[in-house]
T-cell receptor, first 114, second 113 residues
């Protein structure tokens, strides 16, 4: 695998379920991100992790819980979601501290909450 | 915080014509402005970026201009081709502050053959 991978690619869950999204980057980067992409809204930054430490929580509801066990892996734990949480969840990574700001995105997880 | 507005939301052009997308930002401290292209069903990919120490940057058929005083920047695509059909997102960030990108709402570009 190269670049940024995400699993699962599609997920349907009920409001009482607990599920997790997984992201893995194979680029040797030191920063990882979760974005939410809805049909009617711009890409919304949810969380930022630099060197495994969370540096940004963009007022995300607590029903979304991120985890970054190491600089290559990022998880988004989901519980008691609402139908309005249905969206495409994109993971991205970048290398900070080198002047290269490019963020590389994964293919996304299409989440549907029933 | 930063707010990025992007216009138009949709743009239809004839193949071979030019396409222009405009973005404005609110935080005068922002100094890094990337543009991402997202084809249908695919992930966003960086196509060009500009930093505040330059006013224009060009890469083949795409160019970006930046007006720091007016706080706006634009993407120009010349000689459009059907493969340019996609959603384009502008973004802004403060480079020294790390890597928090604020995205515009996106422009859906359709190039008609």
């Amino acid at each position: 695998e190269t670049g940024v991978t995400q699993t699962p690619r599609h997920l349907v869950m009920g409001m009482t379920n607990k599920k997790s999204l997984k992201c893995e980057q194979h680029l040797g980067h030191n920063a990882m991100y979760w974005y939410k992409q809805s049909a009617k809204k711009p890409l919304e930054l949810m969380f930022v992790y630099n060197f495994k430490e969370q540096t940004e929580n963009n007022s995300v509801p607590s029903r979304f819980s991120p985890e970054c066990p190491n600089s290559s892996h990022l998880f988004l734990h989901l519980h008691t979601l609402q139908p309005e949480d249905s969206a495409l969840y994109l993971c991205a990574s970048s290398q900070i501290g080198t002047g290269d700001n490019e963020q590389f995105f994964g293919p996304g997880t299409r989440l549907t909450v029933l | 915080g930063e707010n990025v507005e992007q216009h138009p939301s949709t743009l239809s052009v004839q193949e071979g014509d030019s396409a222009v997308i405009k973005c404005t930002y609110s935080d005068s401290a922002s100094n890094y402005f990337p543009w991402y292209k997202q084809e249908l069903g695919k992930r966003p990919q960086l196509i060009i970026d500009i930093r505040s120490n330059v006013g224009e940057k060009k890469d083949q058929r795409i160019a970006v201009t930046l007006n720091k005083t007016a706080k706006h920047f634009s993407l120009h695509i010349t000689e459009t081709q059907p493969e340019d059909s996609a959603v384009y997102f502008c973004a802004a960030s403060i480079q020294a502050a790390g890597n928090k990108l604020t995205f515009g709402g996106g422009t859906r570009v359709l190039v008609k053959p």
